[in-house]
DNA sequence: CTCGAACCTTGACCCGAGGTCAATGTCAAG
DNA sequence: CTTGACATTGACCTCGGGTCAAGGTTCGAG
């Protein structure tokens, strides 16, 4: 006849876990001394230590409680059942251990793996940080709103990294990000840049339709904080060359 | 500039979740557009990932505030202490594993080692179920009133295992837990118990001190629920006996 | 015999990390 | 104009206990 505290020391609990398994019903009430402490016995600790096994596998009490009013069969069903599950929360545990490890080494954690990627080649083509940086808040922003856009966009820009051409034009206004909004250079570019999107056949879209368009992820990118007086001024120029070949088109149609 | 649900389905995470960490000082209030809505960028979906990744890992949601205002050294240095606190939990979930699948087959799970082998070593010398029953709760309870001198006692009815009449008599003592109190068989077997006792040199004890006594984890055992008119017997015999011897000792003294 | 330490009793409140519900407001599309 | 999806706040619920308060009990030492 032993003690709450001797009980909860042998199964290895508290003794305020002990006296809530008999609120919850989980253990059965032993009999009281005359003053009133609870006495229990060895079948006692037999069913406090299968509940504290079973409350340490991350089994709610309620269903401890099922369990051990359940049959063998039941109860061996049951018991693989945990054991698939603690199996799952294993590997569970393993992909947070890998995401934890990738936490104290950049970025890579917060864009799909697909994206990671594409940035890294960013960077080994020469765009600095801060466009890199731009690119990855863009393409966040974009599949928050809308994941589907962005898988077509995003394929369609990467193939676009295949164009030497195009990977000069995108190394360039990266530059140009610093420049001031009167360099005369940014006419030239901003026509290099309406050249090629015209040369790629889909320069004659509206806008909103076309696919791997610089400007477009640019424009996500100023609502996210980012801004600079030489690509308003290149977005500036590039809408009053189009609204010029909108004219034009009208004048020969 | 999205919202706040398709912030935290970009995150993975429930809207809830977002506006408890706003709560708790976790994750920046954004500014509110007209109607009242939070209105978040990307670099909140990057720190919104990030927060999730660690509280993924178990970190308390204090530790992540802190872990965010760190400098990336201190940042480094505690999530390689996460890292490793991870780790621990997965040999933790292993062992657990373990202890479960035990649980399906049988009681070795509620024993230590060594006792659940010698229980073993019981049932192969051909100890009744019932009888293996009585000593399992018998070392129980002992072990959790008085851990050393259970692991004693424990110990010198190892050994005593090894000796051939103590076997016997053991299995004797078993069977006769059956037996009626007026058994002719009883008187006989009482009178070998002592025999074995005497010879076994520390027939001389109390009772209280004396180390390898079956009649000692009986005793205890019947604190547990298990007795039989028999063995009630067989003490009041064993009683008397050691009675005379004691008034012998006197005499002769 | 008394003292203190260690044990036991009940009850009430507290914790993290959100979930649920209610009442109300707002947005976008048919 | 309505409908359904989404937003806002606040209050209360959950689980598995921990902590505190305000005592009563037991045990061993002096």
Redesign the pocket.
């Known amino acids: 006849m032993i ?4 009980l909860a020391a042998y199964a290895g ?5 002990v ?2 398994y008999h609120k919850c019903g989980l253990l059965e009430e032993p009999p ?7 006495r229990y016995t060895a079948q006692h600790a037999i069913a406090l230590v299968k509940i504290k096994t079973l ?1 340490e596998a991350g089994v ?3 269903r401890i409680k099922e369990l051990l009013a359940a049959n063998a069969h039941q109860f061996a069903a049951a018991i693989s059942e945990i054991d698939r599950n603690l199996q799952e929360r294993g590997k569970e545990l393993r992909r947070t251990r890998e995401r934890i490890g990738r936490l104290s080494a950049g970025d890579r954690l917060f864009v799909a793996t697909e994206v990671a990627v594409y940035l890294d080649r960013l960077r080994q083509l020469g765009v600095s940080q801060r466009g890199v940086q731009i690119e990855r808040d863009g393409w966040i922003l974009l599949s928050s709103t809308s994941p589907k856009a962005a898988a077509i966009w995003f394929a369609d820009k990467l193939e676009a990294l295949d164009d030497p051409e195009f990977v000069a034009l995108y190394l360039e206004c990266d530059e140009a990000f610093d420049w001031s909004a009167d360099d005369p250079r940014l006419d030239a570019l901003a026509g290099r840049v309406e050249r090629w999107f015209v040369g790629r056949g889909d320069g004659h879209t509206g806008g909103t339709q076309p696919a791997a368009d610089p400007s477009i992820a640019r424009l996500i990118a100023t609502s996210t904080g980012f801004s600079s007086p030489a690509w308003d001024q290149l977005k500036q120029i590039a809408r009053e060359r189009k609204g010029r070949v909108t004219k034009t088109h009208r004048h020969s149609a």
């Open positions: 003690t709450i505290g001797q609990v508290t003794i305020k876990a006296r809530h009281r001394d005359s003053s009133g402490y609870r409350a709610p009490l309620a």
